[in-house]
Structures are given as structure tokens and as C-alpha cells.
């Protein structure tokens, strides 16, 4: 079984549209993280979390929000959906420096 | 924000050829220096990392040199190979920021 897995792992909404992704993780890392992959933009933090309690804003947070339900349980929310936040989510851990990425969901607002 | 800067943006390599592709920081607080391997549909993976305290490090092919003056570090790639073809990212461990990604691709 996969340390780091994501669901959906594709989805296509609408604009306006509430929508929740979420990561789960096997490896019993406190440290949990969502970024999102543009083309040529490489990898942008969007929220980080490095315990139960401890939420914290990333770089482009701005329409996301973000929920740590346990230790292994990260989701990430998109309240309204604008078709800019047509990207590659992916989720991972780490309990120090390496990060062990999920396989991504491939997220498309029309 | 960004304060990884990666180059070349795209790298073409033939088989056998050494690739290079190089990151520059700006923040002399980092104390890890990775760089992590994507292939098409999954998710970065950690190819290989370096601390401040050595110049060099050397796993099989890939090698990454750290110029701690220059404020600089290296992914060599030696003896290239088509499935070495991926993206690399160099990232600042400490704040979780990547650079914007070098494609590489290595023609049989």
C-alpha cells in the first residue's frame, strides 16, 4: 500500500463549486503539506501543518482552506472554485527535510 | 518569494552524456540542499541531498556539488540515461520552496 495517498486522484467541477481533497498517510510523520504543480511554476506551498493543532498559510493561500482531522489526515478545501485553480494538487509529509509526496490529483475548473 | 533559482528550465542530453542542471539560494540559513526526480503522473521523489559541511556527494550516477561562496549547488548526472528523462526540482528544505523545475530529456 502506498505511505502517502490521495483521493480523488482526478476530478472536474464547475466554477463556484465547493470541493474537498484529501490526503492520508501511512508513514506517522507529524509535518504534512499541500502544494500545487503549474506548468513551468514548479511546486508552491499552500498550506502546512506540522502537528494536529498547528496550521500554517504557505505561499498562495488565498481561496484555499485547509483541515488536519489527526496526525495522518491533511484535507484541503476550495470554498468557490475559479478556473485558475486548474492544477496539480499534491500532498506530503515528512517528519524533518525529505518530503515523500502523494501521487497528486489532477484538479480542472470549467 | 522565491528563493530557489533553478536553471536551465529544459536540458536535452544524449545517451551516455553528462547532465548539469544548477540551483542558486539566497538563504545562507539552509542547512539541507536536496533535489527530487518527477516522472510524468507521480508525485517528487528525493534523488539526493546535501548538507553545508561537505563540498561533494556521490550516489551511483548522480552527484551534487554544494559552492557554499557562490551560494550555489548541482545535480550532475553522469552517464545519462533515457530514463533518467524527468523533471528535477532543487527545493530550500526550510521553507518548502522548490524551483521551477529543469525537464530533462535523454535521447537514445
Known amino acids: 500500500d502506498a505511505d502517502v495517498t490521495q483521493t480523488p486522484r482526478n476530478r472536474i467541477t464547475k466554477t463556484g463549486k465547493r470541493i474537498m481533497l484529501e490526503c492520508s498517510q501511512t508513514?506517522?510523520?507529524?509535518?504534512m503539506y499541500w502544494y500545487r504543480q503549474d506548468p513551468g511554476l514548479g511546486l508552491r506551498l499552500i498550506y502546512y501543518?506540522?502537528?494536529?493543532?498547528?496550521?500554517n498559510k504557505g505561499e498562495i493561500s488565498d481561496g484555499y482552506s485547509v483541515s488536519r482531522q489527526a496526525q495522518a489526515k491533511f484535507s484541503l478545501s476550495l470554498e468557490s472554485a475559479i478556473p485558475n485553480q486548474t492544477a496539480l494538487y499534491f500532498c506530503?509529509?515528512?517528519?524533518?527535510?525529505?518530503?515523500?509526496f502523494g501521487p497528486g490529483t489532477r484538479l480542472t475548473v470549467l | 518569494q522565491q528563493q530557489v533559482k533553478q536553471s536551465p528550465q529544459s536540458l536535452i542530453v544524449q545517451k551516455g552524456g553528462i547532465s548539469i542542471i544548477n540551483c542558486a539560494y539566497e538563504n545562507t540559513a539552509f542547512d539541507y540542499f536536496p533535489w527530487y526526480q518527477q516522472f510524468p503522473g507521480k508525485g517528487p521523489a528525493l534523488l539526493i541531498a546535501?548538507?553545508?559541511?561537505?563540498s561533494e556527494k556521490k550516489e551511483g550516477r548522480f552527484t551534487i556539488s554544494f559552492n557554499k561562496s557562490a551560494k550555489q549547488f548541482s545535480l550532475h548526472i553522469m552517464d545519462s540515461q533515457p530514463g533518467d528523462s524527468a523533471t528535477y526540482f532543487c527545493a530550500n528544505a526550510g521553507k518548502s520552496t522548490f524551483g521551477d523545475g529543469t525537464t530533462l530529456t535523454v535521447k537514445p
Open positions: 501543518s506540522f502537528d494536529v493543532k498547528d496550521i
Open positions: 506530503a509529509t515528512s517528519r524533518l527535510n525529505e518530503q515523500f
Open positions: 546535501i548538507r553545508p559541511d561537505v
Open positions: 508513514k506517522g510523520h507529524d509535518r
